[in-house]
T-cell receptor, first 112, second 112 residues
């Protein structure tokens, strides 16, 4: 089944403790992206990747890192999480940067 | 700055009603407008619109784009409780970080 898989689904952590949210897609998509979703603000792009080893900042990249060492994987790294990073995070992929996105099921992160 | 505004923010109707959701946008370089449906988890793709005046239709859902007035509408006829969801509009601006800029969404509740 074609899908985008994110893990974990839920995560509660404390300020400053490094964490990684994994994202993997099995559709051989070139483009991958991370979004955060907050009430009233919609989906905002954190980082995106047009292809392997090519990543770039979205609208809200501060406090996040990504890597794209393989086509299928695009992990999101929070080196020192803070409470303002409490949010619902979605990974998405598409054939190209302008094709419809396929979303993962989301990761709800709480930073205390 | 690119902007996507959806209205209304929320809507409550009864089964069988017809609803119209609105999406207006201001982007520097428009390529396409996309509609997604978000139930409890991941947004799922509904329509992609690139040309004015051409209706896209899928069952009881339809959508149309007006590139002159910079808006799109999503119509749902004979609503069912399964249509309850948040409907997201996104606009693709290829020169803005390859980002799909999302609106805040319209929360539709269909009561039996």
């Amino acid at each position: 089944e074609a899908q985008v898989t994110q893990n974990p689904r839920y995560l509660i952590t404390v300020t400053g403790k490094k964490l990684t949210v994994t994202c993997s897609q099995n559709m051989n998509h070139e483009y991958m992206s991370w979004y955060r979703q907050d009430p009233g603000l919609g989906l905002r792009q954190i980082y995106y990747s047009m292809n392997v080893e090519v990543t770039d900042k979205g609208d809200v990249p501060e406090g996040y890192k990504v890597s794209r060492k393989e086509k299928r994987n695009f992990p999101l790294i929070l080196e020192s999480p803070s409470p303002n990073q409490t949010s619902l995070y979605f990974c998405a992929s598409s054939l190209s940067g302008y094709s419809p996105l396929h979303f993962g099921n989301g990761t709800r992160l709480t930073v205390t | 700055e690119d902007k996507v505004v959806q209205s209304p923010l929320s809507l409550v109707v009864h089964e069988g009603d017809t609803v119209t959701l609105n999406c207006s946008y201001e982007v520097t370089n428009f390529r396409s407008l996309l509609w997604y449906k978000q139930e409890k988890k991941a947004p799922t793709f509904l329509f992609m619109l690139t040309s004015s005046g051409i209706e896209k239709k899928s069952g009881r859902l339809s959508s149309i784009l007006d590139k002159k007035e910079l808006f799109s509408i999503l119509n749902i006829t004979a609503t069912q409780t399964g249509d309850s969801a948040v409907y997201l509009c996104a606009v693709d601006d290829p020169y803005n970080n390859n980002d799909m800029r999302f609106g805040a969404g319209t929360r539709l509740t269909v009561k039996p």
